[in-house]
């Protein structure tokens, strides 16, 4: 005979719980409120998926109070990932919080188009590598690990960022990777590199308010807000970068959505050749590569 709580009803049950943490974020419009419900439970839990539908376990009344206060979290639409406090970016495992941008699934091929460059053979056997404006440090901890001959330096100017990302070079223990703070360049004023990498904010002020509040109430708007057109970043990037790169060195950023034609002017303005478009995963040209000649 199936008693109540071995067919899953019994609200200590993880299946219960997932249905019930499910229930409560779909109510709300939360999209992939399944896939959250799991992270939810899972991180609470410090179970797999595995073990969740496997075994079906039950969760004690700590956890169920920790899990309660996620989904509260979650409901106000704070990000998941600032709740969980974690992402993971090419295997690693970033951490994130309030005042760092969350990395994006899409900035994933920014560092796939950067090792592509290094796999074919147009970067140095040990290349130095600039990541302007690193936040979280997802984008040169990612390069620092597939290039390990690589050394790799990410610039920021927020203390949030270099806070997060001293801590995720530690825990993810890349030894190639060394974050500086100060203003664009300035930093590495007498450096130069055989690549320049960069996701900076190019959303256009007048879009902020308009987007998720997940992203327009708790992301940084530091890491957002490209000004008037969302390009302020790359004007101030392009001119600066051709005396940080070594001849035939690339300069690689991700853009925002149409962005690229006028990307495309301003570099060829100051004497970069584009190298390389790449679309992401809804067909946006989402990264270019330019080359100093
Ligand atoms: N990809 C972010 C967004 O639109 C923007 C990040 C950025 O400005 N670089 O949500």
């Not at 091929?109 to 302007?132: A, S």
């Not at 690549?195 to 708790?218: G, H, K, M, W």
Request: net charge positive; aromatic share 8%.
């Amino acid at each position: 005979m199936t008693t109540i709580s071995q067919s899953g009803q019994s609200p200590k049950k993880a299946l219960f719980l997932l249905r019930r943490i499910h229930r409560d974020l779909s109510c709300e419009g939360i999209e992939d409120a399944w896939a959250e419900a799991e992270l939810i439970l899972c991180h609470a839990t410090g179970l797999s998926k595995v073990d969740i539908y496997r075994d079906n376990p039950d969760i004690s009344e700590d956890i169920i109070k920790t899990v309660n206060d996620m989904v509260r979290k979650r409901l106000s639409r704070v990000p998941l990932q600032y709740i969980t406090g974690e992402v993971d970016f090419l295997k690693l495992n970033i951490k994130v919080g309030p005042g760092v941008l969350i990395p994006r699934p899409e900035t994933e091929i920014l560092v796939q188009e950067v090792y592509r460059l290094f796999k074919e053979g147009c970067l140095p056997p040990c290349p130095v590598i600039l990541d302007m404006g690193t936040g979280s440090g997802c984008i040169g901890l990612a390069i620092a690990r597939l290039i390990p001959s690589s050394h790799v330096i990410g610039v920021d100017i927020s203390p949030r960022a270099i806070k997060y990302s001293s801590e995720n070079k530690a825990l993810n223990k890349i030894k190639n990777f060394h974050v500086l703070r100060g203003n664009l360049f300035e930093p590495v004023r007498d450096k130069t590199f055989a690549l320049i990498v960069s996701n900076p904010p190019y959303v256009r002020t007048d879009e902020i308010a308009s987007l998720q509040q997940e992203i327009a109430f708790y992301e940084p708007r530091i890491a957002l807000d490209g000004g008037k057109d969302g390009l302020d970043y790359y004007r101030l990037i392009i001119p600066q970068s051709i005396d940080h790169l070594t001849k035939g060195g690339f300069l690689a950023f991700e853009i925002g959505i149409g962005q690229f034609e006028e990307i495309i002017r301003i570099a060829q303005r100051h004497g970069l050749a584009l190298f390389r478009t790449k679309e992401d995963f809804s067909s946006i040209k989402r990264v270019l590569i330019f080359r100093r000649p």
